[in-house]
């Protein structure tokens, strides 16, 4: 039988960290987190729970100086090595597929191989671990930059958010515009490397922007594409349009567009939607903030996918104890 797989999102581990390794913390939610987190290492031992950790984990726990060797020791403890994969590796790998299916060649691939690095479902391995989390984290000086780009980003997205919202579209409309904007921007982004890597200078600029893998991207895609008679026409291809994180986070923003009254939201929206994106479709329950909940159930995806997804109100962690008690 499938693991459930539980995506555990800052908010959780936050609590779920001072929960384990904070003695001084006193919070009338203190005994729920430390129950929640007796349950999760009992089913995980048991081999039917597995919470694997992420690229957002790694960079939000570095962002939280002062729990960020905390964080880490407990999303490598509860993970047992399980990692879900990049969130951009997720998205081009879902769009080779897509590629492929354009020329004719659909494929069926185990779904874990998307997204995970090994197979969440194979036993876990108890006993003594060690812990590779020195040097993880970002220094001080990286750290304040990544917030200031973070906050720069978040501004910007105000005001592109505003400006579609005085359009007044329905959602339906709105998502057709964000699936647009979605396919631009991974246009770009892959040929956007090409004529870069003309020069010797070119590929020195790629590499230390870290964009060789983008440049091996649009190479190994553009091999794909020759096979068709038209490659040009798989920007428009319903295979592209409707892949997964393409479709999910362009029904994200649109929702936030269309249906949210406050413009203001937090730094995360970006990391919020990636995961989103990323991630729903391979995991059994994923918990993210309040507000994010509201958005994917206006987005509709609950109804299309089966995932649970959970808000850190004291609700859904009683239910998620419940759930998780019954595996």
């Keep these: 039988m ?116 090994s197979n969440p479902d194979v036993p876990v391995k108890t006993g003594l671990r060690i812990m590779a989390h020195s040097g993880v984290f970002e220094a001080p000086d990286m750290v304040a930059a990544q917030r200031a780009q973070g906050d720069s980003a978040h501004k910007m997205y105000l005001g592109y958010r505003k400006q579609r919202a005085t359009a007044g579209l329905r959602f339906v409309e709105e998502y057709e515009v964000q699936v647009d904007r979605e396919v631009a921007e991974y246009r770009q982004m892959v040929r956007g490397a090409i004529p ?50 393409i479709s999910i986070r362009a ?15 937090n730094r995360g929206i970006f990391n919020d939607f990636n995961a989103v994106a990323a991630y729903l479709p391979y995991v059994t329950i994923m918990t993210v903030d309040k507000n994010t909940k509201e958005i994917i159930k206006q987005a509709g995806l609950l109804q299309r996918f089966p995932t649970t997804v959970l808000s850190s109100s004291q609700e859904d962690v009683q239910g998620l104890i419940a759930s998780l008690e019954m595996l």
């Excluded at 964009?211 to 008679?229: D, F, H, K, N, Q």
């Design 2 to 117: 499938p693991k459930t797989i539980l995506y555990l999102d800052q908010n959780y581990l936050s609590w779920l960290a001072k929960a384990a390794f904070v003695d001084t913390w006193a919070d009338p939610n203190k005994p729920r987190y430390q129950r929640l987190l007796q349950v999760i290492r009992a089913q995980t031992a048991a081999n039917k729970l597995v919470c694997p950790k992420s690229f957002f984990h790694i960079e939000e726990s570095s962002a939280s100086q002062s729990l960020s060797e905390v964080y880490w020791r407990l999303i490598d403890d509860l993970s047992h090595d399980i990692s879900l994969r990049a969130y951009p590796e997720v998205h081009t790998a879902q769009v080779f597929l897509a590629a492929r299916d354009f020329v004719g060649e659909r494929q069926q691939v185990e779904s874990w191989r998307i997204a995970y690095e």
């Design 196 to 245: 870069q890597a003309t020069m010797p200078e070119g590929l020195r600029f790629l590499e230390e922007m870290g964009m060789l893998e983008v440049l091996e991207t649009g190479r190994l895609l553009a091999e794909i594409l020759r096979r068709s008679a038209r490659p040009v026409d798989f920007w428009a291809a319903p295979q592209l349009r409707t892949s997964l994180f």
């Design 251 to 265: 029904g994200l923003t649109a929702a936030d567009i269309v249906f949210r009254e406050r413009d203001k939201r």
